[in-house]
T-cell receptor, first 116, second 111 residues
Framework: GAVVSQHPSRVICKSGTSVKIECRSL??????MFWYRQFPKQSLMLMAT?????????EQGVEKDKFLINHASLTLSTLTVTSAHPEDSSFYIC????????????FGDGTRLSIL | QQQVKQSPQSLIVQKGGISIINCAYE??????FPWYQQFPGKGPALLIA?????SEKKEGRFTISFNKSAKQFSLHIMDSQPGDSATYFC??????????FGAGTRLFVKA
């Protein structure tokens, strides 16, 4: 159990385009979902935490108007990179946990975003 | 105080050998310690986890050793195989708060 599906796995698009990434918990209800960004050979950098039905909490330095997060249901969260630029190119990974307690996060397979 | 320090940064082990990755923390409020395995181009996968009320947990070839007084924990991979070659992240969670990840260890198991 605890499968998290993330789509798309890879996106290549032109500068100025907005890109939406979906994260779904397939076999459990995710009270909390997380969005990470990972640079090559580095650890995961938390961008924001989202709880179903409420506004996401963004980490310091992450532009909330740039990275729009919606957590409309207990099984779906979306990250929209608005007006993407080459510096937004990265590996984006979502994760979900069953509740806000000390439960492990279960990760999607990530989205490789390349902005030309 | 929120950091989790992980070492080594990279590790090369012969097939059949034991791989050991160490992590240390400061925040005594951490009460859950998962380990994740990540292959290139994939998201991290939960490997094994431990709570501080036990000193060791074993699942197959993977063992976590936990030293609460020293605030240290480690992952041991017995009989390491080339398929174990991946990046490993330790992590720590204080109930209700976000997960703090270590910097990662790139393991390469030589055939």
């Amino acid at each position: 159990g605890a499968v998290v599906s993330q789509h798309p796995s890879r996106v290549i698009c032109k500068s100025g385009t907005s890109v939406k990434i979906e994260c779904r918990s397939l076999d459990f209800q995710a009270t909390t979902m997380f969005w990470y960004r990972q640079f090559p050979k580095q650890s995961l950098m938390l961008m924001a935490t989202s709880n179903e039905g409420s506004k996401a909490t963004y980490e310091q330095g992450v532009e909330k108007d740039k990275f729009l997060i919606n957590h409309a249901s207990l099984t779906l969260s979306t990250l929209t990179v608005t007006s993407a630029h080459p510096e937004d190119s990265s590996f984006y990974i979502c994760s979900a946990s069953r509740d806000s307690g000390n439960q492990p996060q279960h990760f999607g397979d990530g989205t490789r975003l390349s902005i030309l | 105080q929120q950091q989790v320090k992980q070492s080594p940064q990279s590790l090369i082990v012969q097939k059949g050998g034991i791989s050991i990755i160490n992590c240390a923390y400061e925040n005594t409020a951490f009460d859950y310690f998962p380990w994740y395995q990540q292959f290139p181009g994939k998201g991290p996968a939960l490997l094994i986890a431990i709570r501080p009320d036990v000193s060791e947990k074993k699942e197959g070839r993977f063992t976590i050793s936990f030293n609460k007084s020293a605030k240290q924990f480690s992952l041991h991979i017995m009989d390491s195989q080339p398929g174990d070659s991946a990046t490993y992240f330790c992590a720590a969670i204080a109930g209700g708060f976000k997960t703090i990840f270590g910097a990662g260890t790139r393991l390469f198991v030589k055939a």
